[in-house]
């Protein structure tokens, strides 16, 4: 990422300037106005006519103050990493499940990222010193700097299985049928790693995943590798063949809350970025800052212990809050699926390493810790972590979406509605049938 300066550019009153036009009319809607005439003009005599924009008068020692973007960033910075360190490792790990050992900072977080993609991604036939775009918009993500906002997920729907695509279930048609914009892609297992070649030539990535094609006991953990692969390097949604969409994916989340955190700056910068900008119609912005702002991640609530009162152990859950991996929507790039698919690479990586030593291998390994929804509930919440310093306890009991920066969380039962068809409420967006198709026949 390039270095931004934000003296003599970004050094400007904006913030009291928002602040006191808010307060202005506050205050306006406190005392109305004694009569209608107040606010109409005449028609001959224009100059009556008041548009606003020259009632704000700032007193003169306020015109002298300055606001230094700069300082409000870290003002920003400092309220997520103290929110992050008061996580309760134990609590999470005891109670819920969690495996988030360690509560890292932006800066260790990106660290990780980069040894990840230099690890597995990197392409060993180019110079180490050439400059990798890819891993420049990942990195982006963790930035406290708005990104991204009005990019939109591609309109591509994945799905992959080891059967013919013409012997998908019926259901399936619903994602054409209910996103005729959206194009519905078919991978099958040789096509993978053919796009992976195109994408990322001499990369430890594919030779990963070519042995576990070829070690068919560890199938499930491919398929798993594909789904975050897709979105991370073209995003858009991935689905199982199992499912159905109930609402269109336009749709998903349009009654979403927003979470507010203990400073309102986090949630102020990106439009206050926006307005610092120099040479841009602050009118339009503000007309378009809700519609333009898309969330880069949707996920769903499968399951919330906490709210439900069930023991999520019981209940053969892996996480007390827990993820759907089913189905996942997201605009490319988004550092959580790195996170997870670096996760399940180091896992591969001491697999092989002990079959080459000769070593007894347990084939019952648990896939859900490795690349299934464990390992992806804990990204998820990492992410959320490091970048907002929000808790998982904020996500129990909800029962509609919530927006968290980029992040969409849909509540428990979006992503598994009762029927495969038919509006089911606002919140019920994706069927699921359980239908185990993405397993291997002696699975």
């Not at 576990?212 to 991370?232: A, E, H, M, P, T």
């Not at 001491?350 to 896939?367: K, P, V």
């Not at 509930?377 to 992410?383: E, G, I, L, N, S």
């Amino acid at each position: 990422m390039p270095n931004i300066s934000f003296h003599g550019r970004y050094s400007r009153p904006v913030l009291l300037v928002l602040l006191i036009t808010g307060l202005y009319f506050l205050s306006n809607s406190w005392y109305p106005s004694d009569s209608v005439s107040d606010s109409v003009c005449g028609i001959e005599d224009t100059s009556s006519c008041s548009t606003g924009k020259d009632d704000i008068i700032l007193p003169s020692e306020l015109k002298r103050i300055e606001i230094d973007l700069l300082s409000i960033l870290q003002n920003v910075k400092t309220s997520i990493e103290t929110s992050s360190r008061s996580y309760d490792i134990d609590y999470y790990g005891k109670e819920l499940g969690f495996k988030i050992k360690t509560v890292q900072s932006i800066k260790e977080y990106n660290e990780k990222l980069r040894a990840i993609w230099s690890t597995y991604f990197f392409n060993t036939a180019k110079v180490s010193s050439e400059p990798d775009s890819r891993l420049d918009g990942i990195l982006s993500y963790a930035s406290i700097i708005p990104q991204h906002m009005s990019e939109k997920i591609p309109q591509n729907v994945y799905t992959t299985s080891l059967e013919n695509p013409a012997d998908l279930p019926e259901q399936f048609r619903s994602w054409t049928t209910n996103n005729p914009n959206w194009l519905t892609r078919f991978v099958n297992d040789d096509d993978i790693d053919i796009w992976l070649e195109n994408l990322l030539p001499s990369s430890q990535v594919i030779e990963d995943l070519k042995w576990l094609k070829k070690n068919k006991q560890w199938g499930v953990v491919r398929s798993d590798l594909f789904r975050y692969l897709v979105l991370l390097l073209d995003g858009g949604v991935y689905t199982d063949t199992d499912t159905a969409c109930v609402r269109p994916i336009e749709n998903w989340g349009d009654n979403a809350m927003t979470h507010h955190s203990d400073n309102p700056l986090i949630e102020a910068l990106p439009r206050l970025f926006a307005l610092a900008q120099q040479n841009v119609d602050h009118n339009l912005i503000a007309a378009q800052s809700s519609s333009d702002d898309k969330p880069s991640l949707i996920v769903a609530l499968e399951m919330d212990s906490p709210s439900l009162m069930v023991d999520w152990r019981d209940e053969s859950f892996v996480r007390g809050i827990q993820i759907v991996q089913w189905t996942i929507a997201s605009k490319p790039n988004h550092p959580v699926f790195l996170d997870v698919i670096g996760h399940a690479l180091d896992n591969i990586k001491q697999l092989r390493e002990a079959m080459a030593h000769g070593l007894e291998i347990d084939e019952d390994q648990d896939i859900l810790e490795w690349s299934g929804p464990g390992a992806f509930t804990d990204a998820v919440f990492r992410y959320l972590l490091i970048r907002y310093g929000f808790h998982p306890k904020h996500v129990s009991g909800l029962d509609k979406p919530l927006r968290v920066g980029d992040v969409l969380i849909m509540p428990v039962h979006s992503f598994r509605a009762d029927a495969s068809e038919g509006y089911q409420g606002d919140n019920r967006v994706v069927w699921h049938g359980f239908f185990g198709r993405w397993k291997p026949e002696n699975q």
